[in-house]
C-alpha cells in the first residue's frame, strides 16, 4: 500500500498533473487567476464602517520590495487579517503609511500643487469598486521570466536577472545592520524513499525574507529539528507559511522536490 503510494506520487511528479498529488493529500482548492495569487482582502473593520474591503496585492508591492521590509520591520503579520491595521494606524504613518503618506505613494488624504485637499480611496478600499489601477499586472507580467504557476512569473530569475531591484529598507522604521553570513544550501531528506529530496537555498531565500522572516518563528536555527510533513505544509505550516500563499504553490512539486531520484 505504501509503496503503491510512492509509485502514484512519483508518477504525479513525472507526469507534472500535479494536482493529482495535491488531491492525494485530501487538498483540493479553486486556483486563484495569475494576477490574484497573494491578494490579500482585509476586512476587519472596513465593512463595518460602511467602507469597501481592502484588496492589498502581493504581486506589485514584492516587485519593489522585499518580504522582510514589511514583515519585520514594517511589524505585518504573515497570516491574512492578523496584522489588525486601523485607518488611523495608517494615517499616523504605521503599516501602510509608512509609504502612502502622499511622498513614496499616494496617501488617503494629500494636498494637490494648488494645495486643495484630495482623497484617495478606491485603490486600497476596491472590493466592488471599479479602480482604474495605476500598475498593469499583464503588462507587467509580460516584462517578466515566466512560470507556470502562482503569478505566472518566476520571482527568483527575475531578481537575479535584475528584472525586479528590491529596496530593503523604509526611512524611518529599518535598521542598517552588518549582514550575517548565509549558510550553505541544505538537504532535506524525506521520509519517502522515490520521493525526490529537497534542496533549500538558504541565498536565494535570504535576498527575499533576510533572516528574521524565517528565524526563529517558523524554523529553530538548527538543522534536523523540523519534523515536517507534506500535510502539514499543506495546511500552511512550516514552508506553507509563504509557499502558496504569497511564494509559488505546493502544487509545483518539483520545484522544491527536484534532487534527482537515481
Ligand atoms: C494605502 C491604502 C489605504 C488608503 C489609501 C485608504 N485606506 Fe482606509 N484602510 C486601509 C486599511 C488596510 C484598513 C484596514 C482594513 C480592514 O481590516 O478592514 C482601512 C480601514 C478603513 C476604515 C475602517 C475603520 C478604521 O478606522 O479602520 C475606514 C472607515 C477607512 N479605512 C476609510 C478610508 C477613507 C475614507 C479613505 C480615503 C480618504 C481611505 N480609507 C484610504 C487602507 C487604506
Ligand atoms: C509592502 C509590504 C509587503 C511586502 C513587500 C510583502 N508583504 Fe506579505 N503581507 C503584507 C500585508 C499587508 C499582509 C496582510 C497582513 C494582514 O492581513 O494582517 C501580508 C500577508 C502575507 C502573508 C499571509 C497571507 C495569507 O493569505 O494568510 C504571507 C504568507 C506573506 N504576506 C508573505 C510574503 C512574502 C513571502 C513576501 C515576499 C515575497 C511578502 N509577503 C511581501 C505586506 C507585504
Ligand atoms: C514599503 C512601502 C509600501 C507599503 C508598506 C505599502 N505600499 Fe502600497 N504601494 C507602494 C508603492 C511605492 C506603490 C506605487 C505607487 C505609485 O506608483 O503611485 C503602491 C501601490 C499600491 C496600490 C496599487 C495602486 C495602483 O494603482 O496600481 C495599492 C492598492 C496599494 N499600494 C495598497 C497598499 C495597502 C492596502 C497597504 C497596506 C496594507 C500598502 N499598500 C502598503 C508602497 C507601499
Ligand atoms: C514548498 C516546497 C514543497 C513543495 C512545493 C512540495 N513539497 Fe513535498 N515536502 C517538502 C518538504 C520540506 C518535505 C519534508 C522533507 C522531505 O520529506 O523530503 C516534503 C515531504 C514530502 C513527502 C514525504 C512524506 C510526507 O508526507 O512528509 C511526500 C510524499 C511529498 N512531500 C509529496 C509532495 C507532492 C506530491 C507535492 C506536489 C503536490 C509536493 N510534495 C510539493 C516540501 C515541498
Ligand atoms: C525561508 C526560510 C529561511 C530563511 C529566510 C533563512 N533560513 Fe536558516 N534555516 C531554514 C530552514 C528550513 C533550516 C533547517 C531547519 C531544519 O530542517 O531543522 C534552517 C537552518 C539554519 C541554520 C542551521 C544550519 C546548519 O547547517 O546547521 C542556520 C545557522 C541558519 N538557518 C541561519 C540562517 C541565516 C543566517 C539566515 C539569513 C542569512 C537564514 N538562516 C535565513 C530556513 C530559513
Ligand atoms: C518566509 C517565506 C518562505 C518560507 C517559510 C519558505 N519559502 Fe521558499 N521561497 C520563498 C520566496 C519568496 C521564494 C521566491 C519565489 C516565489 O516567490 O515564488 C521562494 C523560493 C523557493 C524555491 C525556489 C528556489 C530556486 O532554487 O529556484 C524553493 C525550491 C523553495 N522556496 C523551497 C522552500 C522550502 C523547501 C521551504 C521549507 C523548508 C521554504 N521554501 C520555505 C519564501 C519562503
Not at 493529500?25 to 460602511?50: C, H, I, M, W, Y
Not at 504557476?149 to 526611512?171: M, P, Q, R, S, T
Not at 529553530?220 to 507534506?230: A, I, L
Request: aromatic share 10%; hydrophobic share 35%.
Amino acid at each position: 500500500m505504501r509503496a503503491a503510494l510512492s509509485v502514484l506520487l512519483v508518477l504525479a511528479l513525472l507526469l507534472a498533473t500535479a494536482p493529482v498529488g495535491a488531491e492525494t493529500f485530501g487538498v483540493k482548492k479553486k486556483r486563484p487567476r495569475l494576477s490574484e495569487f497573494g491578494n490579500v482582502t482585509l476586512d476587519n473593520q472596513s465593512t463595518a464602517n460602511n467602507q469597501a474591503p481592502v484588496v492589498f496585492p502581493h504581486w506589485f508591492h514584492r516587485s519593489r520590495y522585499t518580504c522582510r521590509v514589511c514583515h519585520v520591520d514594517l511589524g505585518f503579520a504573515m497570516r491574512a487579517g492578523a496584522t489588525g491595521i486601523t485607518e488611523a494606524d495608517i494615517r499616523a504613518g504605521f503599516y501602510c503609511g509608512a509609504c502612502h503618506n502622499g511622498r513614496t505613494a499616494f496617501a488617503p488624504v494629500g494636498t494637490d500643487p494648488d494645495g486643495n485637499e484630495v482623497k484617495t480611496c478606491d485603490p486600497c478600499h476596491s472590493v466592488g469598486r471599479q479602480v482604474n489601477f495605476k500598475h498593469d499586472f499583464r503588462a507587467f507580467r509580460r516584462s517578466m521570466p515566466p512560470e507556470r504557476f502562482g503569478n505566472g512569473i518566476d520571482w527568483i530569475e527575475a531578481e537575479e536577472e535584475g528584472k525586479v531591484k528590491l529596496a530593503d529598507y523604509v526611512e524611518g522604521f529599518s535598521v542598517r545592520h552588518a549582514e550575517l553570513k548565509t549558510p550553505k544550501d541544505l538537504e532535506l531528506a524525506g521520509k519517502e524513499a522515490k520521493m525526490p529530496d529537497i534542496i533549500f537555498s538558504h541565498r536565494k531565500h535570504a535576498i527575499w525574507n533576510g533572516c528574521e522572516s524565517c528565524h526563529p518563528d517558523i524554523f529553530p536555527v538548527r538543522t534536523g529539528s523540523v519534523p515536517y510533513s507534506m500535510q502539514e505544509i499543506f495546511d500552511g505550516r512550516w514552508c506553507g507559511v509563504c509557499h502558496d500563499k504569497v511564494a509559488f504553490p505546493n502544487i509545483d512539486c518539483q520545484r522544491c522536490h527536484s534532487k534527482p531520484v537515481y
